[in-house]
């Protein structure tokens, strides 16, 4: 048996150009910095550490999809990861007490499912980063060593994206930054170190324009993209990606772009589920 649903997923202005595609994406995150503790190699200081601590971290990460097999999109993507102040402890007088780190990593992004509402993903690339060793030592007086250190960052990393809304979802992620050692102004045991962030947020998905061909209203403006699942509730006919919209009968008039999708199923839904889909995009 086929049933066909119509879905109101968006309204977009129809200008002489329609969505091909959501192939940009914005996320907004906050969490928490966690740097691999330095072992000290100074005299008299042999066996113990420097500690950072957990600090609160904010990251903007865009994204652009050059390549899409449906399943799977490949992304160009650039995260800007900050941390405006961590404080560092140790036994050492001489240690610096305060940290502020910055990193710009762009790289390549693998997404699974791109289109859908469930998108896990993996991220790897390689920058700079930027450390700010703070004005005073452990002991209280000024820093005499260099304020700053510049370094070459190694980003690997993984995440979820679950779309809530047509154009809004959320995300969690994982990200280890692998960086040369900050000078604490102390001598430690590695030059380098993992700087592991964890972070949630926001993420805004992007509309990418095509000028389309003929009238407005011609069937070549119509899109259609093909989706591994849609969300579909018995009796509630709008309803998918995870994303609860109005009666598609309460919709003023005056909207110019209709979403419609189709699900086919075998038999009459008596639970929720998660089926195939096409979604098919055209200016009334």
């Not at 000290?40 to 999809?65: H, K, L, M």
């Not at 947020?201 to 069937?219: M, T």
Request: charge should be positive; glycine fraction near 12%; hydrophobic fraction near 40%.
């Amino acid at each position: 048996m086929k049933v066909r649903i119509l879905l109101l997923l968006g309204v977009l202005a129809a200008t002489g150009s329609v969505a091909a595609a959501q192939k940009n994406d914005l996320g907004l995150l906050i969490g928490g910095n966690i740097v691999g503790n330095q072992s000290i190699n100074s005299p008299g200081f042999q066996g113990t550490n420097v500690n950072v601590s957990t600090a609160v971290t904010y990251e903007a990460a865009y994204a652009r999809r050059f390549f899409n097999a449906g399943v799977a999109g490949l992304y160009i993507e650039l995260p800007v990861v900050g941390t405006p102040s961590a404080d560092v402890s140790s036994a050492d007088p001489n240690a610096t007490s305060k940290l502020a780190s910055l990193f710009i990593t762009p790289g390549i992004k693998l997404k699974l499912f791109p289109g859908s509402g469930f998108s896990p993903w993996a991220s790897v690339g390689g920058g700079f980063a930027r450390f700010d060793q703070g004005r005073q030592l452990q002991s209280g007086v000024d820093n005499p060593g260099p304020r700053n250190t510049n370094t070459s960052a190694v980003q690997f990393g993984g995440g979820l994206d679950l779309r809530v809304l047509p154009f809004i979802g959320v995300r969690g992620e994982i990200r280890d930054f692998y960086t040369g050692s900050p000078q604490y102004n102390v001598s430690t045991t590695n030059d380098r170190q993992h700087n592991l962030l964890v972070a949630g947020g926001f993420v805004l998905n992007f509309l990418s324009y095509e000028q389309g061909k003929g009238p407005i209203r011609g069937p070549s403006l119509c899109v259609q993209q093909s989706y591994w699942g849609c969300v579909v509730f018995p009796g509630l006919p709008i309803l998918s990606f995870l994303s609860i919209l109005p009666p598609i009968e309460q919709v003023s008039e005056t909207i110019s772009t209709l979403l419609t999708v189709k699900v086919l199923v075998s038999e009459p839904l008596v639970a929720p589920a998660m089926l195939p889909c096409t979604l098919t995009m055209c200016p009334t």
